[in-house]
Every structure is written in structure tokens, then in C-alpha cells.
């Protein structure tokens, strides 16, 4: 739930342009941005996200690169 409140504060009464960047499973990949502001990166950097670099290319790793997720990614990389 906090990850969603977080996400519709940063959209919310903006126009959110994306770019498209690949497919995972029946799923598109894209970036979002809502002006200058990178949805997917302020998502990391309140701590309501982790980057995975697997996929990522560590795009969001310096964002929130702390002892908070550390755990998580772990966790994440072993599924």
C-alpha cells in the first residue's frame, strides 16, 4: 500500500510521458517520466522500491544504495 501512495503522489494531476523499452513476459517495459522527474527513480529514492540490477542495468542503485535494501535485493535476485 505505501509503494501505491507513493507512486500516486508523484503522478498525481500529471501527464506522465513514457518510452518504451523492451517486453518482460506478456508485459511491456518502459520508462515514465512526469516532467523532468523519473517516476521509476523517485519510486527508489523514498524507499518504496529497490533497484534490481539484473534488469536495470543499476540505473536506480546510487538512489537508495543503504542497508535497507541491501536485504531486499538479495532476497529479490534469489526468485
Known sequence: MAATKALRSITAGHALVCRRKGKSYDGIVARCWNGNRD???????????????????????TERDDDVCQPRRAAAQRQ
Do not use: H, M, T
Not at 39 to 60: M, N, W
Open 39 to 61: 517516476v521509476a527513480s523517485e519510486i527508489v529514492r523514498r524507499g518504496q522500491a529497490i533497484d534490481l540490477p539484473k534488469f536495470s542495468r543499476r540505473l536506480y542503485a
